[in-house]
């Protein structure tokens, strides 16, 4: 498998928000969006066996692992997610969407759609993901909460700029305010400036 880097840290997104997680983060990505903030999966790769992977793993005291990259969906992962299964993982899978067979193991998927207009409708997700700034599409964001039977988390983009940030926090504030569905995924790694 190629492999930009694994290592242990805090869930900072989502409904996991807070719990300790070992990370897989993957090489490479079938997309290539202007605000990645992931830039190690074009850059870093490392060839490591499934065996090799699950060894590190063990070395952490948890056992909950975050499969995420770039995107994992770009290959089959069954079978590496069934050895982690195998050595009393619970796993969960960060995707765009690209190829949900590949991830169909999981326990738990996190869809994070980029093209808005093309969100797949199957329920193969746990929980959908939008990340938004102040431009974002207000109307179109409510449409898809109201569609989803699953949890959507609004994530505000995280900038450089601190007060941008936050100016992307509150349009997401205003819009759960508005849509009691909609949760809030503030991405700590992001706005804490963790790993
Ligand atoms: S889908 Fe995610 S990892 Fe891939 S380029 Fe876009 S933001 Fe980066």
Redesign the pocket.
Known sequence: MWVSEVFYSIQGEGAHMGRPAAFVRFFG?D???D????PL?KTQKHRMSPKAVVEQLLGWPVRFVILT???PSLEDRNLFIGLLHSHGFEVAVET?GYEPDNIGTADWITY?P?DWDHIKTEPFYDELKLVCDIHSNKAQVLQIAALSKKPVFLQPKAQTDLLVSLANAEFCRQLILEQPKLRLSLGLQRFLRFK
């Open positions: 990505c997309l290539d969006c605000f990645c903030d992931e999966h990259g770039g995107e765009n994070s980029k």
